[in-house]
């Protein structure tokens, strides 16, 4: 269990650093700030396969970063299609959040790995709605609720399985 918190607040760190120093480049280069943002976000998914436990820490953060990277160019490539700008606000959480599901041990079962991913959407609409009521304020949390609701989510988890657990009382 400490292995996990561990994980997910060097993630964080390395993670709020690389998306802050990327949208502060959003001013001079948008390709620097993207790159920025996006080898942050695979030091911050490798850190978590690492001080996690993962079995192999390579493939497992390589893997965690392809998820990551491929949900947000999802949300990227459906914002264009659509125009709804919420998809890119959402885009950081919701990536990082999905590879850092994966990266997170244990991740060998399904249901957890569902229920990481819920909760982390949830972080997210959160989030795009402090991002419509204050842009700034969404800057400086977007990169701080990226990999805690990943605690949040093992809990919920863990405590439903302790409750499918127990038999009923007569």
Do not use: K, N
């Amino acid at each position: 269990m400490t292995g996990r918190f561990l994980a997910l607040a060097v993630a964080t760190l390395v993670w709020s650093l690389s998306l802050w120093f990327g949208f502060l480049a959003f001013g001079t280069s948008r390709a620097i700030a993207l790159a920025i943002m996006a080898i942050g976000l695979a030091f911050s998914l490798y850190a978590i396969a690492g001080f996690s436990g993962a079995d192999d820490i390579g493939t497992t953060g390589f893997r965690a970063t392809l998820i990551g990277l491929g949900v947000i160019a999802l949300l990227f490539v459906s914002f264009w299609g659509s125009g709804i700008d919420t998809f890119v606000v959402a885009a950081p959480i919701v990536g990082g959040g999905f590879g850092g599901a994966y990266a997170l041990t244990p991740a060998d079962q399904p249901s957890r790995l569902l229920t990481r991913c819920a909760v982390v959407v949830v972080a997210a609409g959160i989030a795009s709605w402090v991002y419509w009521v204050d842009p700034t304020v969404y800057g400086l949390i977007a990169p701080l609720v990226t990999f805690g609701p990943l605690a949040i989510a093992d809990r919920i988890h863990d405590r439903a399985r302790e409750i499918l657990a127990e038999t009923p009382s007569d």
